[in-house]
């Protein structure tokens, strides 16, 4: 079953712009990461956020977890045509095992 | 350092067959985790091994199974395959070094097996 769900399912941008997608789970995790996946490839792992954290950057990425709402949010600054994919969130929980639960995903386009 | 392999790359096959897919996770990587990838039900949570060993199932069929030798490889393995099998297998490794209690650690993907099932 999914965990994650991601809002919007689709994003149009253009190129400059900034894109925000949601994500939201339903039960208490360990961590929280997102990957991305450029047509029917595989993941390319973009940054982890653990539950203890609010807040990460990496680059022109920048990630918000709250635990309270069991959500999180992916922004990505003056996007590029290259940022078009589709993006995953994907939630860990404790207890020893690497299994990540996937979002149906959001996908994005940035358009020149 | 390589990152994961995937082989094939893509396979075509036919009901009633059954097909092996291979993975060779990164170097030093001891963990090798599966998931099917379809445009209905998304990425799922196939099983995942560690030292040779199951340490993890998802909610798939017994005609799902998978194995991880020595020097880390896996492979999962199909049986009887079902039109709706068809579907992108993307295999991830991670280091897991750390201890049951803290969780996972990030995972890197390979390309995947595009299987499709005539």
């Known amino acids: 079953s999914q965990q994650g769900e991601e809002d919007p399912q689709a994003l149009s941008i253009q190129e400059g712009e900034n894109a925000t997608m949601n994500c939201s789970y339903k039960t208490s995790i360990n961590n929280l990461q997102w990957y991305r996946q450029n047509s029917g490839r595989g993941l390319v792992h973009l940054i982890l956020?653990?539950?203890?954290?609010r807040e990460k950057h990496s680059g022109r990425l920048r990630v918000t977890l709250d635990t309270s709402k069991k959500s999180s949010s992916l922004l990505i600054t003056a996007s590029r045509a290259a940022d078009t994919a589709s993006y995953f969130c994907?939630?860990?929980?404790?207890?020893?095992?690497?299994?990540?639960?996937f979002g149906k995903g959001t996908k994005l386009t940035v358009n020149p | 350092k390589a990152g994961v392999t995937q082989t094939p790359r893509y396979l075509i096959k036919t009901r009633g067959q059954q097909v092996t897919l291979s993975c060779s996770p990164i170097?030093?990587?001891?963990?090798v985790s599966w998931y099917q990838q379809t445009p209905g039900q998304g990425l799922q949570f196939l099983f995942e091994?560690?030292?040779?060993?199951?340490?993890n199932k998802g909610n798939f069929p017994g005609r799902f199974s998978g194995r991880q030798f020595s020097n880390s490889r896996s492979e999962m393995n199909v049986s009887t395959l079902e039109l709706g099998d068809s579907a992108l297998y993307l295999c991830?490794?991670?280091?897991?070094?750390?201890?049951?209690?803290?969780?996972?650690?990030?995972?890197?993907f390979g390309p995947g097996t595009r299987l499709l099932v005539l």
């Open positions: 991830a490794s991670s280091l897991l070094m750390r201890t049951a209690l803290l969780g996972t650690e990030t995972q890197y």
């Open positions: 170097s030093g990587h001891r963990s």
């Open positions: 091994y560690f030292s040779e060993t199951q340490r």
């Open positions: 956020i653990r539950s203890n954290e």
């Open positions: 994907a939630t860990a929980r404790f207890g020893g095992s690497e299994k990540l639960v």
